[in-house]
Nanobody
Framework: EVQLVESGGGLVQPGGSLTLSCAASGNRYWMGWFRQAPGKEREGVAS????????FYADSVKDRFTISLENGKNNLYLQMNNLKPEDTAMYFCAASTRLWPRLTETTDFDYWGQGTQVTVSS
């Protein structure tokens, strides 16, 4: 069983930066970050494979967000720069036991954290 615990959310001004963390345990091939804004569907933000060598990003966050793994691959991070009001959402850490989970498909990810709120506002 995979367990995921997120931290690091908060309130930040437009143009600011924030780093989300996710402590993971259990076996998984891929990990990812998803977000869900009020009234919208959950969407994939970024994913990374177990070795850290393959990464995928949603077009809306490319060149602004960076996903990474550290600490023996048990800590997942999302470095978010140049944040915009439209980045406001609940952010979820997720893990997949699939070999090639699709970032566009939440059903390809088997385990989920409880979420951490990110609010971008002046």
């Amino acid at each position: 069983e995979v367990q995921l615990v997120e931290s690091g959310g908060g309130l930040v001004q437009p143009g600011g930066s924030l780093t989300l963390s996710c402590a993971a345990s259990g076996n998984r091939y891929w990990m990812g970050w998803f977000r869900q804004a009020p009234g919208k569907e959950r969407e994939g933000v970024a994913s990374i494979n177990k070795g850290g060598g393959r990464k995928f990003y949603a077009d809306s966050v490319k060149d602004r967000f960076t996903i990474s793994l550290e600490n023996g691959k048990n800590n997942l991070y999302l470095q978010m720069n140049n944040l915009k009001p439209e980045d406001t959402a609940m952010y979820f850490c997720a893990a997949s036991t699939r070999l090639w989970p699709r970032l566009t498909e939440t059903t390809d990810f088997d385990y989920w954290g409880q979420g951490t709120q990110v609010t971008v506002s002046s």
